[in-house]
T-cell receptor
Framework: EDQVTQSPEALRLQEGESSSLNCSYTVSGLRGLFWYRQDPGKGPEFLFTLYSAGEEKEKERLKATLTKKESFLHITAPKPEDSATYLCAVTSGGSYIPTFGRGTSLIVHP | KAGVTQTPRYLIKTRGQQVTLSCSPISGHRSVSWYQQTPGQGLQFLFEYFSETQRNKGNFPGRFSGRQFSNSRSEMNVSTLELGDSALYLC???????????????FGPGTRLTVL
């Protein structure tokens, strides 16, 4: 059974204070690792898909990286509008059903 | 391009009733997946439909069912509602089926179901 653990559960940053969110996973043959952003009262918004260890993707202040056991979402010089819950999900070769982590709630103070 | 739409946005039902939720995917998308999101369990996969066929099903009781129409619109039905069914039900559409590369899912705003 695929497992996804995200840490920390909550993170408070000052504007401009860079940090990283962690997504640790246990799967039988990773097919894809997905990052989403979810704002209160809205559905998740797709950010990145990573497929193999060593892969990196960037979008504005966000950068996602992948190893064989975990993924990091690096946030550089965050702004208050980056405040949201960030979700990580995996699909594996054994099952195409995505397994989501519980998310990291990020608050960026001005 | 219009996003994923879900109706209704809010719904209040009582135990024992049944409910039908609707999802219209992004134009051209043939895959529709349904998820349940609760504070206690997080986001959990219910089922996926692709070209009117159910491809995958999560670990939910048979009270939860769905279908997809030829225009890719999908409905989800929950019969004999229980208090624990109170949740945000999210629909996501994708151009390709699950398991295919680049299966980027685009979520709708969700339907907030409250069971009293």
């Amino acid at each position: 059974e695929d497992q996804v653990t995200q840490s920390p559960e909550a993170l408070r940053l000052q504007e401009g204070e860079s940090s990283s969110l962690n997504c640790s996973y246990t799967v039988s043959g990773l097919r894809g690792l997905f990052w989403y952003r979810q704002d209160p009262g809205k559905g998740p918004e797709f950010l990145f898909t990573l497929y193999s260890a060593g892969e990196e993707k960037e979008k504005e202040r966000l950068k996602a990286t992948l190893t064989k056991k975990e993924s990091f979402l690096h946030i550089t010089a965050p702004k208050p509008e980056d405040s949201a819950t960030y979700l990580c999900a995996v699909t594996s070769g054994g099952s195409y059903i995505p397994t989501f982590g519980r998310g990291t709630s990020l608050i960026v103070h001005p | 391009k219009a996003g994923v739409t879900q109706t209704p946005r809010y719904l209040i039902k009582t135990r024992g009733q049944q409910v039908t939720l609707s999802c219209s995917p992004i134009s051209g998308h043939r895959s529709v997946s349904w998820y349940q999101q609760t504070p206690g369990q997080g986001l959990q996969f219910l089922f996926e439909y692709f070209s009117e066929t159910q491809r995958n099903k999560g670990n939910f009781p048979g009270r939860f069912s769905g279908r997809q129409f030829s225009n890719s619109r999908s409905e989800m039905n929950v019969s004999t509602l229980e208090l624990g069914d109170s949740a945000l039900y999210l629909c996501a559409s994708s151009l390709v089926a699950s398991g295919d590369l680049d299966n980027e899912q685009f979520f709708g705003p969700g339907t907030r179901l409250t069971v009293l």
